[in-house]
């Protein structure tokens, strides 16, 4: 479909590129008689540029120019489409390959349900079945209503302990939690898994039964508690009001969430405000609200992040984190291309060896809706 519509609009052939789950690299998606591509990095490729920053990058080549597209489904990134033609495409054509790469985007999203060729070009390792598991829960890594943008990312890809995120946007009101279930390691890292799965479940079941916040919260500690009484699970839930900007937040002894105005820290939300699941009936939880302001980003994540330890034993630490935060924001990027490169940092950190999951939410607030989303 791919090679076909390309020479309807004028060039000589199209390859599409799918993005690992590490999002490293970009691999071709195999077809019949498609031209042989090898895999391809996203850092330092023209390429990788497209899909870093979610915009079409052009090129001249040894045999005519490419073009580079993104892959997005909103503003979730699958991978790029290569675009082969004898001279430069127009920017007149540009905006008709971007709506075609569109168009195969929701078709690739589409097969991948019922086949398994999409996922197997994504999975560049052995996916342990905790993994298997807690991955298949998740919801998109990136969803935008034009009044905010979700991001979020979960490394290890391949082997996962008991962290999770979850968002769901109903209305004027996001929802958005993060889980760290302990237990990290203890058989396979299943226990945690299982954990954190029925903290996923218990909390879409309120939210799409209405409930607020603290109900929200009892909901979950209660079926957590009814399963494994011994079980703990530290988390963020919050609401965000995306006519207002208010956000309501509660911490169960869960690392602080961030919120940067203008590449700043405005605010370091206070934690915790609740117990961790499964102690939620021996303190009332405390909701805590800060108001956004257009263009704020908040930055939610788990212990692994400032836990992470460099060779030498140094913990990567609250104020590295706000400093790469800060550069990253200063720079522009797009939101979800902060999120990865965040992620990747603290890898790079402790040479890729995590001690434990990191992973991180991060929401950034647009404008104000003037109604129902």
């Known amino acids: 479909m791919a090679r076909w519509a390309a020479r309807q609009l004028g060039a000589d052939d199209m390859v599409l590129y799918l993005a690992d789950h590490e999002q490293r690299q970009l691999h071709p998606l195999p077809g019949p008689d498609a031209p042989r591509r090898e ?21 001249p080549v040894d045999d005519g120019a490419r073009l580079w597209l993104p892959l997005l489904n909103g503003p979730e990134r ?6 082969i033609a004898t001279a430069a495409v ?14 195969l985007t929701e078709m690739v999203l589409t097969r991948s349900h019922y086949s398994d060729t999409i996922e197997q070009v994504r999975r560049q390792a052995p996916m342990r079945l905790p993994a298997e598991m807690l991955r298949a829960q998740l919801p998109p890594l990136t969803f935008s209503t ?36 302990v237990g990290h390691g203890s058989g396979g890292g299943m226990r945690a898994v299982i954990l954190a799965s029925l903290a996923l479940a218990a909390y879409r079941n309120a939210r799409r039964g209405g409930f607020d916040l603290v109900e929200t ?22 609401e965000l009001d995306q006519r207002s900007g208010r956000l309501r937040v509660i911490s169960a002894g869960h690392p602080s969430g961030l919120v940067l105005r203008r590449a700043k820290v405005a605010t370091i939300l206070p934690t915790p405000t609740a117990l961790p699941v499964t102690l939620g009936d021996r303190r009332p939880p405390v909701v805590v609200e800060e108001t956004l302001e257009p263009g704020d980003d908040v930055l939610f994540y788990t212990d692994g992040i400032i836990e992470a330890r460099s060779a030498n034993g140094e913990p990567f630490g609250t104020e590295r984190l706000v400093d790469f935060t800060v550069r990253a924001l200063a720079d522009r990027l797009p939101l979800p ?4 490169r965040l992620v990747h940092a603290i890898l790079a950190y402790q040479d890729d060896q995590l001690q434990d999951d990191a992973t991180v939410l991060m929401v950034r607030f647009l404008e104000p809706t003037t109604g129902h989303g």
């Open 217 to 238: 919260y009892h909901h979950i500690d209660n079926a957590v508690r009814d399963h494994d009484r011994r079980g703990l699970i530290t988390g963020v839930l919050a």
């Open 78 to 83: 699958m991978g790029v489409a290569e675009v």
């Open 39 to 59: 895999s391809l990095t996203i850092e330092g490729t023209l390429a990788g540029r497209a899909f870093s920053m979610l915009r079409p990058v052009g090129g």
């Open 146 to 181: 034009g009044n905010l943008i979700i991001s979020g990312i979960l490394e290890p890809c391949y082997d996962v302990g008991g962290d999770a995120f979850d968002y769901a946007v109903n209305g004027d009101i996001a929802h958005l939690a993060l889980f760290d279930a």
């Open 90 to 103: 127009p920017d007149s054509a540009v905006t008709t390959f971007e709506a075609v790469a569109a168009l």
């Open 337 to 340: 291309e902060t999120a990865r």
